[in-house]
């Protein structure tokens, strides 16, 4: 026979074989390493060593939650945004009002509902902003917060106006565990929270949707050559993402006993957004590192001038921006490769 003639090999095993070593990476990054309970035998010991700062871990706690759902769209779908508070006052006013307007006061099903609240909230603002990317995205997400909190002063009657709502007093943990002056349960409460919220965000980021999402980040133009659903991609995990920071608002009304539209402010999407930059958009952990950071920094400057106290956070900023780009968690890790699976990017 001509070997000019013979048919081209099969090329059904190296597709094949490529499937399966892209099946066996994924797999990979997604088992937990040891360094990676670290994080959370700190913040166990850390409510034997400090008891008495319970309620500063408590809030701590919190904040990584609200990095964390903003580390979700910003670090690995590439959504550049300036609103994410609304979806914390959302879930903030969510837990409050359920207690006080409907006498509903189960800790655990109120984070369920202000969840779904905020949930909603990300998918109705995500479908109609996220056409939009850059400066337009920017401007429309913040515009999104600012209109939020003038409806809730023009509702005064409802939501209390900038006085707020007080007496957001839960019941006691599945009904046994109490609350104390020292927010030690709160501490406790808060910690389980995060650590289910954060095994549900592993999950997306490193499953192939997660991939997809990171595809999305690196070149959007080569994402839809490809035939992927790009808006509705990105409106799903914004919708996610809302859903977890609308936890932590209620986590923030059921451990404060006290909501105000403050929570829509400005300030508090920027705060998020300068934790990611100091422990590292994209890292997982990074919300983790750059949380601690600026709360405690917040803390420790403000016995020292409760008036200028930003001005250290911004010096903190300043410097690891310029040293470390990628991060305080990325420079204390080292090289990339030195990293756990589930650690890494």
Not at 90 to 117: F, K, M, Q, R
Not at 232 to 250: E, F, K, P
Request: hydrophobic share 55%; charged share 10%.
């Amino acid at each position: 026979m001509d070997a000019s003639k013979s048919p081209p090999p099969a090329l059904g095993g190296e597709v094949a074989d490529e499937r399966a070593h892209a099946v066996s990476f994924l797999a990979r990054r997604d088992r937990f390493g040891a360094a990676e309970a670290l994080p959370w035998l700190l913040a166990i010991a850390a409510y034997f060593v400090f008891p008495n700062q319970m309620i500063l871990g408590g809030q701590t706690l919190i904040m990584i939650l609200f990095a964390l759902s903003l580390d979700l769209i910003l670090g690995f779908a590439g959504i550049v945004t300036l609103g994410h508070a609304a979806f914390f006052g959302v879930g903030a006013y969510g837990a409050a009002l359920l207690i006080t307007d409907l006498n509903w006061n189960e800790p655990i099903s109120g984070l369920v509902c202000a969840g779904a609240l905020a949930a909603i909230a990300g998918f109705l603002s995500g479908w109609i902003l996220l056409r939009y990317r850059g400066l337009a995205l920017l401007v429309l997400t913040l515009s999104t917060t600012i209109m939020l909190q003038q409806l809730g002063n023009l509702f005064r009657d409802f939501t209390g106006g900038y006085d707020g709502i007080p007496g957001v007093n839960i019941a006691p943990l599945f009904g046994y565990f109490g609350y104390d002056l020292y927010g030690h349960t709160y501490y406790l409460y808060c910690l389980a929270v995060l650590f289910v919220a954060f095994y549900v965000v592993r999950r997306i980021v490193y499953s192939p949707f997660g991939q997809s999402l990171a595809g999305i980040r690196e070149n959007v133009a080569r994402m839809h050559a490809l035939g992927s659903p790009v808006h509705w991609r990105l409106v799903i995990v914004y919708t996610i993402a809302a859903g977890l920071a609308g936890v932590a608002g209620a986590l923030f009304a059921q451990t404060n006993t006290l909501v105000t539209l403050g929570v829509f402010d400005f300030d508090q999407s920027a705060a998020v957004l300068m934790m990611l930059i100091l422990g590292g958009a994209g890292w997982l952990y990074g919300a983790f590192v750059g949380a601690v950071l600026y709360m405690v920094l917040q803390n420790e400057l403000a016995k020292v001038s409760p008036e200028f106290w930003q001005f250290g956070i911004g010096l903190l900023l300043i410097v690891v921006v310029l040293l470390a780009r990628r991060g305080v968690f990325a420079r204390l890790a080292g090289i990339g490769r030195l990293l756990p699976w589930g650690m890494r990017r």
